[in-house]
């Protein structure tokens, strides 16, 4: 077996057991995997432990300042609800900068400016996907990298002066001082299985909720209403909302023509696919593929093929090419990727049939004028 090979098996082997609630014997891999769990859990604590004895400042910023995270790996839809919650700020007419870590990007260490609100200033390569995709998706809102989020959020108030900072994926960030600190859980697995990591898809023991000012449940759609009981007991007193997340086009690349991302309308999403039913060959780098695979299902005629890759992971031309040879191999007319994949597609690429590209919007259901009335109320604006 090659070193290649081997790392693929070991990195799929590991993923399996980091998503898996079964009980495995002594001797397999699970075992080292807990004992890792144990010293990062010790680590993680003794951290919050010291910013609970203020050993660890704590800094603020001269303006409100709202964190979108979570307490699992990836896939409850954080950059959806960051893209969400500025808008909602925008239309109560707050100056909003979005900081973000810039995870995987160049500019991820010295900090950088991805986006003045005007004109995109980075590179995907230099951003890292999520903030240059944030930036792509709003319009007249700075968005901001850097590994420190207090020092990104003082170049933010230097340059741009917002009223209110929205901190993406800030919940285990505790040097910048925040107003509304929103946790977001996945409705279908709130703890992953319960493990903290490499284990498990914990960041944080279960006791963190109690750092959330509020709980949002995303993914809701089908969950059995004794199901948000039970979460509900857990989270008390804190409010909890409901939301849902939306499967929309956020564009289309037409066969033969350049990959160049840029700006895409977000007002364009459609929930339809195409009418024609293509047979349509997905792929894409994400913390949780199959969770894409599986909404694109509501609104494609007919999947025929997938390609999956790990989350962030850079797209090569080697990587196109094994994506067209697989759809080609697969008989499919039409391909579908995530929003955060196409940044990632190299410049100049072309596709022999048209790409879809899709997003998500969040939908906050039942939910939706309480959650508006309860962001208005906490930051005290008119």
């Known amino acids: 077996m090659s070193i290649a090979a081997f790392k693929e098996k070991l990195q799929s082997n590991v993923s399996a057991v980091l ?19 144990i010293l990062y859990t010790a680590v993680s604590s003794l951290r919050h432990v010291l910013y609970a004895c203020n050993l660890l400042t704590t800094r603020s910023l001269p303006c409100k300042v709202i964190s979108v995270g979570n ?17 909602l700020l925008q239309q109560l007419r707050c100056r909003v900068a979005v900081v973000s870590r810039g995870y995987k990007g160049t500019g991820e260490k010295q900090g950088a400016v991805v986006s003045d609100g005007r004109r995109i200033l980075c590179s995907p390569r230099t951003a890292g996907d999520e903030p240059y995709l944030m930036a792509c998706l709003l319009d007249n809102v700075p968005v901001v990298i850097g590994k420190d989020r207090y020092a990104a959020g003082e170049r933010a108030m230097d340059r741009f002066r917002p009223d209110v900072i929205v901190l993406d994926d800030g919940y285990q960030h505790r040097r910048l001082k925040r107003d509304l600190n929103l946790l977001l859980l996945d409705a279908k697995a709130p703890f992953g299985n319960r493990f903290l990591l490499p284990r498990g898809q914990l960041r944080e023991p279960v006791s963190a909720l109690k750092r959330a000012d509020a709980v949002i449940l995303t993914r809701c759609d089908g969950i059995e209403p004794n199901h948000r009981r039970r979460i509900q007991s857990l989270v008390h007193p804190r409010p909890l909302f409901t939301s849902q997340h939306k499967t929309v086009i956020r564009g289309i690349l037409p066969a033969r023509q350049s990959c160049n991302p840029q700006r895409i309308d977000y007002s364009e999403g459609s929930s339809h696919l195409v009418p024609d039913q293509r047979k ?18 509501t609104i494609a005629g007919d999947i025929n093929g997938t390609l999956e ?10 990587d196109i090419k094994r994506i067209l040879w ?18 990632r597609i190299p410049k100049g690429t072309r596709f022999p049939e048209d790409l879809f590209i899709l997003g998500i919007d969040i939908d906050f259901l039942s939910d939706r004028i309480p959650w508006r009335r309860y962001v208005q109320s906490e930051l005290d604006w008119p």
């Open 326 to 343: 697989a759809a080609q191999h697969a008989g499919s007319n039409g391909f579908a990727t995530t929003e955060k994949d196409y940044v």
């Open 19 to 37: 998503h898996s609630r079964d009980r495995y014997p002594y001797w397999s891999l699970a075992t080292p995997l807990f004992g890792a769990s």
């Open 309 to 318: 890759f790990d989350d962030h992971h850079p797209y090569t031309a080697r």
């Open 71 to 87: 307490i699992t790996v990836g896939g409850t839809g954080k950059t959806p609800m960051t893209i969400h919650l500025v808008r």
């Open 280 to 297: 349509i060959f997905a792929f894409c780098g994400l913390a949780a593929n199959a969770q894409f695979f599986e909404s694109l299902k």
